[in-house]
């Protein structure tokens, strides 16, 4: 008996278990990896589907009457905190790398997908044409792509949506409805203040006149470049430094003076009913505001501090002794991906939008008439 279980003992001991195979992830496995043929089905597939998903989201209805829940101060100064300006330099080195010929139609067909990009207007149609993102984004119309309203004293300077407009009250702008934001704190200082009950009557130039404000947003698939609205001369311009968040409109509804908080670039000066201005305000992934007219701004760079204000007086300089002049519908400037114009202007009171809303509107359509 004992001989038979050291028998069975010795045989137990004498399996080995089978042989466990690990390969090591060496530099030819990696390299393996991406030789593996590309698939672009997935990509579009995920690519859609977020997009789709994020377009539900946004478009979920408002309650009527109902007050906006804002962010709290903590919030806002968490999200001011990402390194918004940073990534938007870097966005932008990435919009300037020449892509290879075979790569632009198919890179920029997923983003006119995407965000319906109306190729039909551009003047170039022929996508090989541009030899990066930023050249795309770029891109010019055909010139009777936008024909300027001669009916209307006031044109839309830029393709976009309609978030708010009205009369500025107390010298506070709505940039959505029911949030707002000052507007000295917006356009800096005026001269006039100190005279004047209140910054914005300040601004006026006649008892009879009142203060009006448009916003309209640009989205990533609109036409990034914007135009004069009116004929009118440009004394001044100041560039405010600052965060680069989002101004979609989700964002605008939450953050208050939101447009305040981030880099913008204001220029003022006159058109016939007295002051006109017209303010181009960064967002994130948009750190370059151009001026056709300026060739000294230069806009998110690290040169520049958050909060302070650099300004140019065109009044008085050689090239230009009583300021710029602009006509209406003359292009002004472009940003490089999408973001919001604000004009704040000085008409009679019997000045009214003709506007609605949320409403769609195009470079030279009417924003409103006088009576």
Same mark, same amino acid.
């Given at each position: 008996?004992?001989?038979?279980?050291?028998?069975?003992?010795?045989?137990?001991?004498?399996?080995?278990?089978?042989? @466990?195979? @690990?390969?090591?992830?060496?530099?030819?496995?990696?390299?393996?990896?991406?030789?593996?043929? !590309?698939?672009?089905?997935?990509?579009?597939?995920?690519?859609?589907?977020?997009?789709?998903?994020?377009?539900?989201?946004? #478009?979920?209805?408002?309650?009527?009457?109902?007050?906006?829940?804002?962010?709290?101060?903590?919030?806002?100064?968490?999200?001011? +905190?990402?390194?918004?300006?940073?990534?938007?330099?870097? =966005?932008?080195?990435? &919009?300037?790398?020449?892509?290879?010929? %075979?790569?632009?139609?198919?890179?920029?067909?997923?983003?006119? =997908?995407?965000?319906?990009?109306?190729?039909?207007?551009?003047?170039?149609?022929?996508?090989?044409?541009?030899?990066?993102?930023?050249?795309?984004?770029?891109?010019?119309?055909?010139?009777?792509?936008?024909?300027?309203?001669? +009916?209307?004293?006031?044109?839309?300077?830029?393709?976009?949506?309609?978030?708010?407009?009205?009369?500025?009250? &107390?010298?506070?702008?709505?940039?959505?409805?029911?949030?707002?934001?000052?507007?000295?704190?917006?356009?800096?200082?005026?001269?006039?203040?100190?005279?004047?009950?209140?910054?914005?009557?300040?601004?006026?130039?006649?008892?009879?006149?009142?203060?009006?404000?448009?916003?309209?947003?640009?989205?990533?698939?609109?036409?990034?470049? !914007?135009?004069?609205?009116?004929?009118?001369?440009?004394?001044?311009?100041?560039?405010?430094?600052?965060?680069?968040?989002?101004?979609?409109?989700?964002?605008?509804?939450?953050?208050?003076?939101? %447009?305040?908080? &981030?880099?913008?670039?204001?220029?003022?000066?006159?058109?016939?009913?007295?002051?006109?201005?017209?303010?181009?305000?960064?967002?994130? &992934?948009?750190?370059?505001?151009?001026?056709?007219?300026?060739?000294?701004?230069?806009?998110?760079?690290?040169?520049?501090?958050?909060?302070?204000?650099?300004?140019?007086?065109?009044?008085?300089?050689?090239?230009?002794?009583?300021?710029?002049?602009?006509?209406?519908?003359?292009?002004?400037?472009?940003?490089?991906?999408?973001?919001?114009?604000?004009?704040? %202007?000085?008409?009679?009171?019997?000045?009214?939008?003709?506007?609605?809303? #949320?409403?769609?509107?195009?470079?030279?359509?009417?924003?409103?008439?006088?009576?």
């Amino acid at each position: 008996m004992a001989a038979a279980f050291r028998s069975v003992l010795r045989a137990v001991t004498q399996i080995r278990p089978p042989a @466990i195979r @690990i390969q090591q992830c060496n530099l030819s496995t990696v390299r393996g990896l991406f030789r593996r043929p !590309f698939r672009p089905v997935p990509v579009l597939v995920v690519t859609g589907g977020g997009y789709y998903g994020y377009q539900q989201y946004k #478009g979920k209805p408002e309650v009527e009457g109902a007050a906006p829940v804002l962010a709290t101060p903590s919030q806002v100064a968490l999200y001011r +905190s990402f390194p918004t300006r940073v990534i938007s330099r870097v =966005w932008g080195k990435i &919009n300037a790398v020449d892509l290879p010929t %075979f790569l632009r139609k198919p890179i920029y067909s997923l983003y006119i =997908w995407t965000f319906g990009v109306n190729m039909q207007e551009a003047a170039v149609e022929d996508l090989h044409f541009y030899k990066n993102l930023g050249e795309f984004f770029r891109r010019r119309l055909k010139p009777a792509a936008r024909p300027v309203c001669s +009916s209307s004293c006031l044109t839309s300077p830029a393709d976009g949506r309609v978030l708010h407009f009205g009369s500025v009250k &107390n010298s506070e702008v709505e940039q959505v409805k029911g949030v707002t934001y000052s507007l000295e704190q917006f356009l800096g200082p005026h001269n006039g203040t100190a005279q004047a009950d209140s910054f914005g009557d300040g601004l006026l130039s006649h008892p009879d006149n009142d203060l009006f404000h448009v916003v309209i947003y640009l989205a990533p698939g609109d036409y990034h470049c !914007f135009h004069s609205p009116v004929d009118w001369t440009v004394q001044l311009r100041r560039h405010f430094p600052g965060s680069l968040m989002s101004v979609s409109p989700g964002v605008a509804h939450r953050v208050k003076e939101l %447009f305040c908080l &981030n880099e913008r670039v204001a220029l003022t000066g006159q058109w016939e009913h007295g002051f006109f201005s017209l303010t181009a305000v960064g967002a994130t &992934n948009v750190g370059s505001i151009r001026i056709y007219f300026d060739q000294e701004l230069q806009t998110n760079t690290p040169r520049y501090r958050k909060g302070s204000c650099h300004e140019r007086c065109y009044e008085g300089e050689e090239s230009c002794a009583s300021g710029v002049t602009l006509q209406k519908g003359s292009p002004l400037g472009e940003f490089n991906l999408g973001s919001t114009v604000v004009l704040v %202007f000085e008409a009679p009171k019997d000045f009214s939008f003709n506007l609605k809303t #949320g409403q769609k509107i195009r470079v030279g359509e009417g924003l409103g008439l006088l009576s």
